[in-house]
């Protein structure tokens, strides 16, 4: 468990509505991710922070905004959703091992649905 | 780029017969590779993973992965399964170098049956 929240954990919105995702880490990790998770696709990067305000863009990155105001929140956008924004997205924290390895440890989901 | 291939979306096995869930990775640099399993409903978490040293690694759950350069696999393996073992399983490169982004596989249901 690496003390990760994300909230809520299921959404139902209609189209063209804005939606946040929030992730919550409590463990004061740099690195966070936003992934999204699609039958067929795997987990697909949509963004990534590297520090409080520092935001970089992942492949699918189109149709979302996020920002990190705080170290331990990263927040997801939609600005207006689509149907095609329908998935399950997860956040992501990036832990440095005892040796200096970086591994992502992943929270719960949050489950989208756009009508 | 780094891509990752998982070749079987699915695999079906009894209990306690053996698995081998196949992952192929594609990189001109070194790399660093993961396993990751989710449970139905549940999110990601991460199962073993290879950085440097001894090419197999193990998990507390008796899953075993072995890093093959030549080959440029790391494929999954367990002598005997349980119905617990039943979920989707994911594996993901990232570069040794730069590990800012981490490439997952389009993942492998793994279905135990009784």
């Known amino acids: 468990d690496a003390g990760i929240t994300q909230s809520p954990r299921h959404k139902v919105t209609e189209t063209g509505t804005p939606v946040t995702l929030r992730c919550h880490q409590t463990?004061?990790?740099?690195?966070m991710y936003w992934y999204r998770q699609d039958p067929g696709h795997g987990l697909r990067l949509i963004h990534y922070s590297y520090g409080v305000k520092d935001t970089d863009k992942g492949e699918v990155s189109d149709g979302y905004s996020v920002s990190r105001s705080k170290t331990e929140d990263f927040l997801l956008t939609l600005e207006s959703a689509t149907s095609s924004q329908t998935s399950v997205y997860f956040c992501a924290i990036r832990s440095h091992g005892t040796g200096g390895e970086d591994t992502q440890y992943f929270g719960p989901g949050t489950r989208l649905t756009v009508l | 780029a780094q891509s990752v291939t998982q070749l079987d979306s699915q695999v079906p096995v009894f209990e306690e017969a053996p698995v081998e869930l196949r992952c192929n990775y594609s990189s001109s640099v070194s790399v660093y590779l993961f396993w990751y399993v989710q449970y139905p409903n549940q999110g990601l978490q991460l199962l073993l993973k290879?950085?440097?040293?001894?090419?197999l690694v193990e998990s507390i759950n008796g899953f075993e992965a072995e890093f093959n350069k030549s080959q440029t696999s790391f494929h999954l393996r367990k002598p005997s399964v349980h119905i617990s073992d039943t979920a989707e399983y994911f594996c993901a490169v990232t570069l040794s170098y730069n590990t800012d982004k981490l490439i997952f596989g389009t993942g492998t249901r793994l279905q135990v049956f009784p």
């Open positions: 463990e004061n990790h740099r690195y």
């Open positions: 290879y950085l440097s040293g001894s090419t």
